[in-house]
């Protein structure tokens, strides 16, 4: 993939894959073109080179709403709930990315949510803007889940968060691959990401410089040095 800002080249051809059930991370200081790349594959931003496939189908050209509709969802960056709404109504906004064929299938889904994130059900009364960080972060995950998504997109999910919140929404990434759903995350908290990833990319100023299992990575010299503050 190549995008470019006006004439300045922010991605220079980079190339990655997830494979269904996978966990993938890409990890790079900032500017290194993480969240460029999420925008890109959820078609906020348009590619200047190269192609985007999802299932073996081209989708370089297909729109970001259609995009949400084949099952690619992001949970972007900062949250962005809305807080005005209340808990039940941010999530209900996440079934407009899907069609349910039938009631129960809504049903199913969000106890299939709540039970990912029981304090969004203890929340879901309650008005999106009065909750916690943490709180508003579980809704932004679970909203994207409302719509089943086949790839799950999260850009920075731990961002601004407490360190104990932060190993709780990792467990609950965990959780969410490992009952099926394939997961691309963004994050740099290379411990708890590279720990719990089946693979991961390391970004370099919109070039991918390094890749491999996560476990590994974790052990890495350059790594240990870079985003672990080891060496």
Not at 53 to 77: M, S, W, Y
Not at 122 to 151: D, F, H, N, W, Y
């Amino acid at each position: 993939m190549v995008v470019n800002y006006g004439r300045i080249q922010a991605l220079h051809g980079i190339s990655l894959s997830v494979q269904q059930g996978e966990l993938v991370t890409l990890l790079g200081a900032n500017g290194a073109g993480k969240t460029t790349t999420m925008r890109a594959l959820s078609g906020l931003l348009p590619l200047s080179g190269g192609r985007i496939l999802f299932e073996g189908k081209d989708i370089t050209r297909v729109k970001a709403h259609d995009r949400v509709g084949l099952g690619l969802i992001q949970a972007p960056e900062g949250r962005g709930i809305f807080p005005g709404m209340t808990v039940q109504e941010n999530l209900d906004m996440g079934c407009y990315a899907r069609t349910f064929k039938k009631k129960t299938e809504y049903t199913e889904t969000l106890e299939w949510v709540f039970s990912l994130f029981p304090r969004v059900q203890e929340r879901r009364t309650q008005v999106g803007g009065t909750l916690s960080g943490g709180e508003q972060q579980m809704v932004a995950i679970a909203r994207s889940l409302m719509a089943r998504p086949k790839l799950l997109l999260l850009d920075e999910p731990s961002m601004g968060l407490a360190p104990m919140v932060i190993q709780q929404i990792f467990r609950i990434i965990a959780d969410i691959n490992k009952q099926g759903t394939t997961v691309l995350l963004v994050e740099q908290n290379a411990q708890q990401a590279l720990t719990r990833s089946h693979r991961a990319y390391i970004l370099e100023t919109g070039e991918v410089t390094k890749t491999g299992a996560g476990r590994d990575l974790l052990h890495d010299p350059a790594v240990k040095s870079a985003y672990l503050g080891v060496g």
